[in-house]
């Protein structure tokens, strides 16, 4: 098993920053894709941005330009940067953590317990 704890969430004003960060731990490997995923309320859970092993990267076309994912391997933590939020950003975010990217782009396998963002004024 994978364990994924994530953190950074929080109340934010439209137009600020968060950065989220997600450890794993367990039976991780550095070879893993990694990803985010938020849900908001009433709508589907969806893919925010993944990360392979090497460091491509694929992100939802709602957050280029304005998100960025990152990891550290050495860590087993990947990280999202989260600039010029909006309200629609708003839901609760979760950590992915998967045996390849491509896996964690079709819906993952590992998942942590999710943390709120809130951008509101």
């Known amino acids: 098993q994978v364990q994924l704890v994530e953190s950074g969430g929080g109340l934010v004003q439209p137009g600020g920053s968060l950065r989220l960060s997600c450890a794993a731990s367990?039976?991780?490997?550095?070879?893993?894709?990694m990803g985010w995923y938020r849900q908001a309320p009433g709508k589907q859970r969806e893919l925010v941005a993944a990360?392979?092993?090497?460091?491509?990267?694929n992100y939802a076309d709602s957050v280029k330009g304005r998100f960025t994912i990152s990891r550290d391997n050495a860590k087993n933590t990947v990280y999202l940067q989260m600039n010029s939020l909006k309200p629609e950003d708003t839901a609760v975010y979760y950590c992915?953590?998967?045996?390849?990217?491509?896996?964690?782009?079709?819906?993952?396998?590992?998942w942590g317990q999710g943390t709120q963002v809130t951008v509101s004024s």
């Open positions: 992915n953590a998967s045996p390849s990217y491509s896996i964690v782009q079709g819906g993952g396998i590992y």
């Open positions: 367990g039976r991780f490997s550095s070879i893993y894709g």
């Open positions: 990360i392979s092993s090497g460091g491509n990267t």
